[in-house]
Nanobody, 112 residues
Framework: VQLQASGGGLVQSGGSLRLSCAAS????????VGWFRQAPGKEREFVTSNSRTGRFTTSRDNAKNTVYLQMNSLKPEDTAVYYC?????????????????WGQGTLVTVSS
């Protein structure tokens, strides 16, 4: 399956942004999609794969083969390249190796 992340950009602190992850080439409903991010100079870290984790909420539209990440109350420390990744595991965890398919990433910059 191929993933395409989009929706990144520049936003002020306290603002909101919605990222999209469009999938193609597979049976989308068979995959769990997670979100990771990599801040400048840091390792990539898991963000969420559940419906809601703090300020971030995921949702999916199987008809459009798309998963969304709604990010609210953004902070400068949320600045990072955000990646979506798909796992065929029933309940994937937070480790990168659990996700076999990756999108190319989309940059989110939060200004103070």
């Amino acid at each position: 399956v191929q993933l395409q992340a989009s929706g990144g950009g520049l936003v002020q602190s306290g603002g909101s942004l919605r990222l999209s992850c469009a999938a193609s080439g597979g049976t989308f409903r068979n995959y769990v999609v997670g979100w990771f991010r990599q801040a400048p100079g840091k390792e990539r870290e898991f963000v969420t794969s559940n419906s809601r984790t703090g300020r971030f909420t995921t949702s999916r539209d199987n008809a459009k083969n798309t998963v969304y990440l709604q990010m609210n109350s953004l902070k400068p420390e949320d600045t990072a390249v955000y990646y979506c990744a798909a796992s065929s595991r029933l309940i994937p965890g937070t480790h990168e190796y659990e996700y076999a398919y990756w999108g190319q990433g989309t940059l989110v910059t939060v200004s103070s």
